[in-house]
């Protein structure tokens, strides 16, 4: 019996503990902190913890200037350039654009995405050829496989430059 309570008392902790608005954020200017939500990619709006953390500390707490501000973050998050630079960084994907522009920020992130893998195939060339290099005179052999190697680091240079031409393209335009 007391491993249940202990159980319960851990879960009703956890979640306690999982609140993501403190009480510092019921005196923010609710707009301000909207955008401030929907501009860092927040993949919910916080309505009702604001309503339940908030609205007995300060009765006037406007949540409708809160859902207005997110939704004009938001809106600037989801951006083609936002998708393609959080792609470049290999952030994580969290899908949660508006319907009408998941599949457009999907295919700029995975642009990014795959820009972001390619830097790492360049590091690695570069790696190999500088541990060649030093043998180059000395065998015909490393002379060759320098030159594939730089071969494939141009192919390389060339697929990231045309990705970051893609990626920064703005070839759609959203609905509003």
Known sequence: MSARILFLSFTLLSLASCSTISKKDCDKDMKNFGIQQGRAGSPKKYTDELRNTCLSRNPNLDLEAYEKGFMQGWNEYCTPTKAF?????????????????????????????????????????????????????????????????????????????????????QSFKFNK
Do not use: W
């Not at 630079?85 to 999907?106: L, T, V």
């Not at 043998?135 to 970051?164: C, G, H, M, P, W």
């Open 85 to 169: 630079e959080m792609g470049k960084r290999s952030d994580n994907y969290i899908s949660f654009c508006p319907a009408d522009r998941e599949s457009q920020f999907r295919e700029k992130y995975l642009i990014g995405k795959h820009y972001f893998e390619l830097k790492d195939v360049e590091a690695d060339i570069v790696s190999k050829m500088n541990d060649i290099r030093p043998n180059i005179n000395k065998s015909t052999t490393d002379y060759d496989d320098y030159t594939k190697l730089q071969q494939e680091l141009d192919r390389v240079k060339r697929e990231y430059q045309a990705l970051e031409v893609e990626g920064t393209r």
